[in-house]
């Protein structure tokens, strides 16, 4: 933890610590996202990949939202190549934003974070903060990195 102008700044593993250690997060583990890598790691390279993105830009962020948002972003418990959802690119920000606001206490920047991070394939969900464009793009980046390399 560091101390600037009167403000604590915690670090990436003290800000994710609280959902990453939780029981029910843990369940993500058994889930493949892409390639041979589970939603839970899945999760974790988007948290890590936004907060370093917030950091390499000097943006103004909500750094413990952003970071809660994006780690919960895919928190939707399935394995979605079982799933008889035939749309789960479309549904699933808004069932792991359900499921978040059920299990834990979600702000409205993060569950914003949490329905947008799909756009724009689902379209009418726009990121509407900065932390949600960054775990927009982060999803993005991670995916194309887990497809390709992590086979
Ligand atoms: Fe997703
Ligand atoms: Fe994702």
């Not at 790691?41 to 000097?58: E, I, N, Q």
């Not at 927009?136 to 887990?146: G, L």
């Amino acid at each position: 933890m560091k101390k600037t102008e009167n403000r604590i700044l915690k670090t990436f593993p003290e800000l994710v610590r609280p959902v990453s250690e939780d029981p029910r997060c843990l369940k993500m583990k058994e889930y493949i996202q892409h390639g041979r890598i589970n939603t839970y790691d899945h999760c974790m390279d988007v948290a890590r990949t936004s907060y370093w993105l917030g950091k390499k830009f000097r943006l103004q962020l909500h750094e413990e939202e952003l970071v809660r948002g994006a780690f919960l972003h895919d928190y939707y418990l399935y394995d979605w190549h079982h799933h008889e959802e035939p749309w789960h690119g479309y549904t699933h920000p808004r069932e792991a934003a359900k499921n978040a606001c059920r299990d834990f206490h979600v702000t409205p920047l993060e569950e914003g974070i949490i329905r947008s991070h799909m756009w724009p394939l689902t379209l009418r969900s726009v990121p509407k903060s900065r932390e949600a464009i960054l775990v927009c793009i982060a999803d993005k980046i991670c995916s194309v990195r887990e497809t390709l390399f992590c086979r």
